[in-house]
């Protein structure tokens, strides 16, 4: 069964409790318990992780490769400027991947306009608030079906 991966980056955890007016009021969980849905509904396997950690997304990463993941979809927040790391994990299991971002990077300010993950992504899905995860999830599910 194919197995799509959602991954979280660094501080995703406090959506809906700050910021709303920039990332939405829509919680994780619910975002989560959205794709999950989406996901089970075309009768694939659903993961998903979120961490403040690096070294914790790298490990994820890794291990989606001996977890037959067929999938990334990733959020990698504030790493998606700094993480060659993440970048590197990615590029080394092989596993396609779409970057997805609740905000448009490209409307904020200039050093959110690079992010180390697009050019090697299959897709970017940007500036939609948690309807950027249904869409990249949608467009997921559709890859993995053709
Ligand atoms: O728009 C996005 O999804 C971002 O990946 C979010 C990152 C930001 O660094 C990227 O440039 C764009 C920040 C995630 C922080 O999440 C928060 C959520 C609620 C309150 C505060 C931060």
Request: charged letters at 20%; a negative charge; proline letters at 3%.
């Amino acid at each position: 069964m194919a197995h799509i991966l959602l991954l979280h980056g660094p501080n995703l955890n406090l959506l809906g409790q700050r910021e709303p007016e920039v990332y939405g009021s829509d919680t994780l969980d619910s975002i989560n318990m959205a794709a999950k849905k989406q996901v089970e509904a075309a009768n694939l396997r659903f993961s998903s992780l979120q961490s403040n950690s690096e070294a914790e997304l790298i490990n994820a990463i890794q291990h989606a490769k001996t977890d037959n993941v067929s999938l990334i979809v990733i959020n990698p927040a504030a790493f998606t400027h700094t993480s060659v790391a993440l970048r590197d994990a990615l590029l080394a299991v092989d596993i396609p991947f779409i970057e997805v971002h609740l905000s448009n990077p490209h409307r904020r300010e200039a050093f959110r306009r690079h992010s180390y993950f697009s050019d090697v992504a299959l897709a970017v899905v940007a500036g939609f608030g948690a309807d950027s995860y249904r869409y990249a999830i949608d467009a997921a599910i559709k890859t993995l079906q053709h």
